[in-house]
T-cell receptor
Framework: EPEVTQTPSHQVTQMGQEVILRCVPI?????FYWYRQILGQKVEFLVS????????KSEIFDDQFSVERPDGSNFTLKIRSTKLEDSAMYFC?????????????FGPGTRLTVT | KNQVEQSPQSLIILEGKNCTLQ??????????LRWYKQDTGRGPVSLTI?????NTKSNGRYTATLDADTKQSSLHITASQLSDSASYIC????????????FGTGTQLKVEL
């Protein structure tokens, strides 16, 4: 069964450093998302992406964040200058449809630890 | 502001027993409501999705209900198994929201022998 994959599974970085989290969505999906989950808190929407541009973003997704689909398979989230509060689990998701009941399939997540 | 609230926060039941988890939401305009299961350290996995016109939907031992008038939903788990131990998250999508999902804080279920 097709699945969303994410790398790395765990990333440790120092405050102020740039990190890139990578995702490979399900191959025939057209809509891509990033979510984050701070330890012990709920999952929060960051950004949705379609047709090589951002569809929607939350207040969390400020200028420090960017997303890119560099090729036909990868979808990346870049944090330019990490802060301690960026430590969280980051989930990538993809869906075939945007509207209605488009099922979103989540990857296993990347645990980002900022020290 | 769109919000999803769940209760109880945590629950411990014995294997084989049934349980019901609750969800209240204030997302508007409403598009659909989903229940996800999230194992510790893993991504959420969809259990059910219901639109405005659906009152109930089942997926094996999981049965979700939706009352769009009172903006409440429940997830009933029948004949619980040890593998049901996980966080169960109620998630609501707003119409026109580009499939942006609003997550509840989840109910942490533990099934014991």
């Amino acid at each position: 069964e097709p699945e969303v994959t994410q790398t790395p599974s765990h990333q440790v970085t120092q405050m102020g450093q740039e990190v890139i989290l990578r995702c490979v969505p399900i191959s025939n999906h057209l809509y891509f998302y990033w979510y984050r989950q701070i330890l012990g808190q709920k999952v929060e929407f960051l950004v949705s992406f379609y047709n090589n541009e951002i569809s929607e973003k939350s207040e969390i997704f400020d200028d420090q964040f960017s997303v890119e689909r560099p090729d036909g398979s990868n979808f990346t989230l870049k944090i330019r200058s990490t802060k301690l509060e960026d430590s969280a689990m980051y989930f990538c998701a993809s869906s075939e449809y945007l509207t209605g009941i488009g099922e979103q399939y989540f990857g296993p997540g990347t645990r980002l630890t900022v020290t | 502001k769109n919000q999803v609230e769940q209760s109880p926060q945590s629950l411990i039941i014995l294997e084989g027993k049934n349980c019901t988890l609750q969800c209240n939401y204030t997302v508007s305009p409403f598009s659909n409501l989903r229940w996800y299961k999230q194992d510790t350290g893993r991504g959420p996995v969809s259990l059910t999705i219901m639109t405005f016109s659906e009152n109930t939907k089942s997926n094996g031992r999981y049965t979700a209900t939706l009352d769009a008038d009172t903006k409440q939903s429940s997830l009933h788990i029948t004949a619980s198994q040890l593998s049901d131990s996980a966080s169960y998250i109620c998630v609501v999508s707003a119409a026109g929201g580009g499939n942006k999902l609003t997550f509840g804080t989840g109910t942490q279920l533990k099934v014991e022998l």
